[in-house]
Antibody, heavy 125, light 107 residues
Framework: EVQLVESGGGLVQPGGSLRLSCTASGFTFSSYSINWVRQAPGKGLEWVSY????????YYADSVKGRFTTSRDNAKNSLNLQMNSLRDEDTAVYYC??????????????????WGQGTTVTVSS | SYELTQPLSVSVALGQTARITCGGN??????VHWYKQKPGQAPVLVINRDTNRPSGIPERVSGSNSGNTATLTISRAQAGDEADYYC??????????FGGGTKLTVL
């Protein structure tokens, strides 16, 4: 079964750090880019970051640039999101999601057909 | 940055046709994707690249995209169609953009 599973969420104080993980199974992880998408309580979807299959291309939303870092380990079929200097507004469910095609440069134009179940991050004092 | 505009809510009678719009500047030139999300669940891709249904999505769900508006159409609406729907594009400013989401209510 094609699957993405997030972990690492929890409660953290403002200004603190947290590291999320996303583990893949059922497909050739090293061939696909991955996106991080978050959803604040009662709000819509917000894109956070994109990392290409080889890690050569990484993009961030302006709201997290300079604070969040995405990385991946294709040998371990895993992806990480290091979140520093956390703010109240970073409180959300964080999803990792895979585009529907394994094609560097073309996957931008495809929808995300595999999503994890999400992990909850709460930033509060 | 690029913006996508969706109505906050759409209502449809059981068995009728619902249309959810997604507005954006020259959106017809972009590939639009649609997601369905039920409470407490992850989003599910229902339309890929304007008009393509992933496997498992019924034929009564369709998409179109032209000019400044993309549209998700759900024919013969069922209770199970009740959900939040989001449109999404990739913008050349190097970002994924989501619409604000539309809550579909089946009456």
């Amino acid at each position: 079964e094609v699957q993405l599973v997030e972990s690492g969420g929890g409660l953290v104080q403002p200004g603190g750090s947290l590291r999320l993980s996303c583990t893949a199974s059922g497909f050739t992880f090293s061939s696909y880019s991955i996106n991080w998408v978050r959803q604040a309580p009662g709000k819509g979807l917000e894109w956070v970051s994109y990392i290409s299959s080889s890690s050569s291309t990484i993009y961030y939303a302006d709201s997290v640039k300079g604070r969040f870092t995405t990385s991946r380990d294709n040998a371990k079929n895993s992806l990480n999101l290091q979140m520093n200097s956390l703010r109240d507004e970073d409180t959300a469910v964080y999803y990792c999601a895979r585009p529907g095609i394994a094609a560097p440069g073309a996957d931008y134009y495809y929808g995300m057909d595999v999503w994890g179940q999400g992990t909850t991050v709460t930033v509060s004092s | 940055s690029y913006e996508l505009t969706q109505p906050l809510s759409v209502s449809v009678a059981l068995g009728q046709t619902a249309r959810i719009t997604c507005g954006g500047n020259k959106i017809g030139r972009k590939n639009v994707h649609w997601y369905k999300q039920k409470p407490g669940q992850a989003p599910v891709l229902v339309i890929n690249r304007d008009t393509n249904r992933p496997s498992g999505i019924p034929e009564r769900v369709s998409g179109s995209n032209s000019g400044n508006t993309a549209t998700l159409t759900i024919s013969r609406a069922q209770a199970g169609d009740e959900a939040d729907y989001y449109c999404q594009v990739w913008d050349s400013s190097i970002e994924v953009v989501f619409g604000g989401g539309t809550k579909l209510t089946v009456l």
